[in-house]
């Protein structure tokens, strides 16, 4: 106990020696030979995760949930369909009165169980039903369609049933069966000058297995 007490203060006695030395110095530093210009002085500090393998996971399913790059999954599709017809926007209004992100006319709206516009524009989770069941119903009424034509070739586009399904969103059934059984002769556009070859070549490949044909699908109010 004692040695380590007179080890403290010739250690202390040492330190104050050498700031008397240095501070009666005649000698000065000259600062003009120093400078920080062209130095990257932007320093941020990272915050490490006290558990990296929970914060990896964080990131990873931040990732799953946001990341654009969706590839080919049935969520890629529809929010890619989005994305077109809206850019994704809930509330958007078109001039023909088409509604929300995915840009349903009220008579598509009615066929699979909503009636009331405001209510529809101000639910997304709703919206998302009915994009739900407006598929799966042009999926019903496609049936025979997706098996005679997928992996076919039209007009230089090779038929996918993401590809059809993406074009009954945008035409209706009926246009996409005319397409398809004339071959590509009867190619129906919309107001805005669309076509189905279009759709049918954009939405070319996603995976829609998700969706089941259902003749009697509707999207449940909330």
Known sequence: MKKSIASYLILSLTICVLLYVSLSSKDTIDLSKYSTKGLELNYTVSQEPTNTHENDLAFNDANRLFSPYLGKSF?????????????????????LGHLGK??????????IGIYNPAQFLSNP????K??????????WILRRDI????????NGVVITESGILAAAHLAGP??????????????????????????????????????KPNKKAKAASI
């Open 75 to 95: 969520v890629g599709f529809k929010e890619a369909l989005a994305f077109k017809e809206s850019r994704g926007d809930y509330s958007s209004v078109n001039t």
């Open 102 to 111: 995915y840009q349903f006319g009220m008579e598509t709206l009615k066929m």
């Open 125 to 128: 989770e709703l919206q998302e």
């Open 130 to 139: 009915a994009f739900i069941a407006n598929s799966e119903r042009n999926k």
């Open 147 to 154: 098996k005679n034509f997928v992996g076919k070739k039209i």
């Open 174 to 211: 009926g246009s996409v069966k005319n397409y398809l059984r004339s071959y590509g002769v009867e190619d129906h556009e919309d107001s805005y000058g669309t076509s189905v070859k279009y759709y049918m070549k954009k939405f070319s490949g996603y995976d829609t297995s998700f969706l």
